[in-house]
């Protein structure tokens, strides 16, 4: 993409009542009346000939829509779109392409609220100045602000301000439309906020005094990284990404294809494998869904298998639930696998893109690893918002039993009829690291000996004894 234009970052809010289709495209390149165009389309346009702007790219409008090869190549453009434009007006105001976002509500309330002081400065020299009511963010009081340091604690009060009063901040593709751009105008229902490569202001206090942030990480991808810092960056990305909503859950790697490109051209010696990087293999296999919500049945927390698939399910991107790479922070993050786990080694990795898109969807992924398996028998032994307690038993090489007991992190709730079968033929549990001993609980694929899908994520106890040796056999498998 080049030249000067202008992107924006909208909420569909349901259909749009202008789209691109393949019956209106040699219409829409004669003309398009300005009358046609839904509200918040015309706000960024009356932005755009204010600022001398001569284009704009909207996607329900540059992308053709009842074509999916297009959608393909657009995606794929993602990175260059964003990051080329020479400015992007993300509409926080707008819950849909009807309602606008320049004359909201509550900024015409403030500004009717607003007062005009005058003063005699030095010299008598006359001067005005304009106040209007401080912006309150509830129980927060005065930190309750956009201006948050970038460490753990600002990280963690700009999550609880990130949805307060925008309807676009939730959206999972909003995430790279606004990380990837350099300058962007945020139009926020009660204020207008600007930030860019050097700056970031808000109308709400005119010093800052650090990063404005309004998406729950650093709006700024590192010009500068290392492979290291690219793997704690892509970590945060993803923990924050998967907390936000999507239309449709086979978006789920297409809506971050554009920080997963731009990220990977900081580092192009790794490859990138369904949302996880090769030189992160095994540990990031390690990732889990959160339970933040408790409802009495542990099958009942919100997290599925993307239909269609379009990850395999060694993927985080093959759930719809909220993700966590807590286990990865407690282990390689204390440098205990600092060249990998010793437990499990990958031997390959096929991945092959279902379209034009490298950073999206995938098809026939296989991942043969190389590590200690053994047949287990899962009984739950209770329940919290947060793990399901489990006892497991296997039998040991030499006959006996072996038990162990630890905390069960399943990939989706539909579970119920997967224990009965654990406890009729067992499941397959493979370990991938000694620290916690960390293992993934496996289903084989009926037909397929040592072809298994992932299911979830098991923590032995710490104080019981689970040698390797004696209770798996080493094996070279494949998950898909």
């Given at each position: 993409?080049?030249?000067?234009?202008?992107?924006?970052?909208?909420?569909?809010?349901?259909?749009?009542?202008?789209?691109?289709?393949?019956?209106?495209?040699?219409?829409?390149?004669?003309?398009?009346?300005?009358?046609?165009?839904?509200?918040?389309?015309?706000?960024?346009?009356?932005?755009?000939?204010?600022?001398?702007?001569?284009?704009?790219?909207?996607?329900?409008?540059?992308?053709?829509?009842?074509?999916?090869?297009?959608?393909?190549?657009?995606?794929?453009?993602?990175?260059?779109?964003?990051?080329?434009?020479?400015?992007?007006?993300?509409?926080?105001?707008?819950?849909?392409?009807?309602?606008?976002?320049i004359h909201s509500p509550a900024r015409e309330d403030f500004r009717a609220r607003s007062r005009?002081?005058?003063?005699?400065?030095?010299?008598?020299?006359?001067?005005?100045?304009?106040?209007?009511?401080?912006?309150?963010?509830?129980?927060?009081?005065?930190?309750?602000?956009?201006?948050?340091?970038?460490?753990?604690?600002?990280?963690?009060?700009?999550?609880?301000?990130?949805?307060?009063?925008?309807?676009?901040?939730?959206?999972?593709?909003?995430?790279?439309?606004?990380?990837?751009?350099?300058?962007?105008?945020?139009?926020?229902?009660?204020?207008?906020?600007?930030?860019?490569?050097?700056?970031?202001?808000?109308?709400?206090?005119?010093?800052?005094?650090?990063?404005?942030?309004?998406?729950?990480?650093?709006?700024?991808?590192?010009?500068?990284?290392?492979?290291?810092?690219?793997?704690?960056?892509?970590?945060?990305?993803?923990?924050?990404?998967?907390?936000?909503?999507?239309?449709?859950?086979?978006?789920?790697?297409?809506?971050?294809?554009?920080?997963?490109?731009?990220?990977?051209?900081?580092?192009?010696?790794?490859?990138?494998?369904?949302?996880?990087?090769?030189?992160?293999?095994?540990?990031?296999?390690?990732?889990?869904?959160?339970?933040?919500?408790?409802?009495?049945?542990?099958?009942?927390?919100?997290?599925?298998?993307?239909?269609?698939?379009?990850?395999?399910?060694?993927?985080?991107?093959?759930?719809?639930?909220?993700?966590s790479f807590l286990f990865w922070k407690r282990n390689f993050g204390r440098g205990r696998w600092?060249?990998?786990?010793?437990?499990?080694?990958?031997?390959?990795?096929d991945c092959l893109p279902a379209g034009r898109n490298q950073y999206g969807a995938v098809h026939?992924?296989?991942?043969?690893?190389?590590?200690?398996?053994?047949?287990?028998?899962?009984?739950?032994?209770?329940?919290?918002?947060?793990?399901?307690?489990?006892?497991?038993?296997?039998?040991?090489?030499?006959?006996?039993?072996?038990?162990?007991?630890?905390?069960?992190?399943?990939?989706?709730?539909?579970?119920?009829?997967?224990?009965?079968?654990?406890?009729?033929?067992?499941?397959?549990?493979?370990?991938?690291?000694?620290?916690?001993?960390?293992?993934?609980?496996?289903?084989?694929?009926?037909?397929?000996?040592?072809?298994?899908?992932?299911?979830?994520?098991?923590?032995?106890?710490?104080?019981?004894?689970?040698?390797?040796?004696?209770?798996?056999?080493?094996?070279?498998?494949?998950?898909?």
């Amino acid at each position: 993409m080049q030249g000067k234009y202008i992107a924006l970052s909208h909420r569909w809010g349901g259909e749009v009542s202008l789209q691109l289709k393949h019956h209106n495209f040699n219409d829409f390149k004669r003309r398009i009346p300005f009358s046609s165009f839904p509200k918040t389309f015309q706000d960024a346009i009356q932005i755009c000939r204010a600022m001398a702007v001569e284009y704009i790219w909207i996607d329900s409008l540059c992308i053709i829509q009842d074509d999916k090869a297009d959608w393909d190549i657009a995606g794929s453009m993602m990175d260059q779109i964003y990051t080329n434009s020479w400015l992007a007006i993300a509409a926080d105001a707008s819950e849909n392409g009807e309602a606008g976002f320049i004359h909201s509500p509550a900024r015409e309330d403030f500004r009717a609220r607003s007062r005009k002081l005058t003063y005699r400065g030095p010299g008598g020299k006359p001067g005005e100045v304009f106040v209007r009511p401080w912006r309150e963010f509830g129980s927060l009081g005065g930190f309750g602000r956009h201006y948050a340091t970038i460490d753990q604690e600002g990280l963690e009060v700009s999550k609880r301000l990130v949805n307060q009063g925008s309807f676009l901040l939730r959206r999972g593709w909003v995430l790279q439309e606004t990380i990837l751009p350099h300058r962007m105008i945020h139009f926020f229902p009660d204020e207008v906020t600007w930030r860019c490569a050097t700056a970031s202001r808000c109308e709400c206090q005119p010093q800052p005094h650090g990063k404005v942030v309004h998406e729950p990480l650093d709006t700024e991808l590192p010009r500068e990284i290392d492979t290291d810092n690219l793997k704690e960056y892509w970590r945060e990305v993803v923990e924050q990404y998967t907390q936000r909503q999507l239309t449709f859950h086979s978006d789920r790697l297409a809506a971050l294809a554009g920080i997963a490109s731009r990220a990977h051209s900081t580092s192009p010696d790794v490859r990138y494998y369904a949302g996880l990087w090769s030189d992160t293999l095994p540990s990031t296999l390690l990732w889990t869904v959160e339970r933040r919500i408790e409802y009495g049945r542990f099958w009942d927390f919100d997290s599925r298998r993307v239909e269609p698939r379009i990850a395999p399910t060694w993927s985080w991107a093959s759930v719809t639930g909220h993700v966590s790479f807590l286990f990865w922070k407690r282990n390689f993050g204390r440098g205990r696998w600092a060249d990998g786990p010793p437990d499990m080694s990958v031997i390959a990795v096929d991945c092959l893109p279902a379209g034009r898109n490298q950073y999206g969807a995938v098809h026939d992924a296989k991942l043969t690893v190389e590590g200690y398996l053994c047949n287990v028998r899962i009984r739950l032994t209770g329940g919290s918002k947060w793990h399901f307690p489990f006892k497991m038993e296997a039998r040991r090489s030499d006959g006996t039993m072996g038990r162990a007991r630890g905390f069960f992190y399943p990939d989706t709730s539909d579970l119920q009829e997967l224990l009965e079968a654990s406890r009729e033929s067992g499941i397959a549990a493979t370990f991938v690291g000694v620290y916690d001993k960390m293992l993934l609980f496996l289903k084989e694929i009926e037909g397929q000996p040592l072809v298994f899908e992932r299911i979830g994520v098991g923590q032995c106890h710490v104080n019981d004894e689970v040698v390797l040796s004696e209770w798996g056999r080493k094996e070279r498998f494949t998950i898909i």
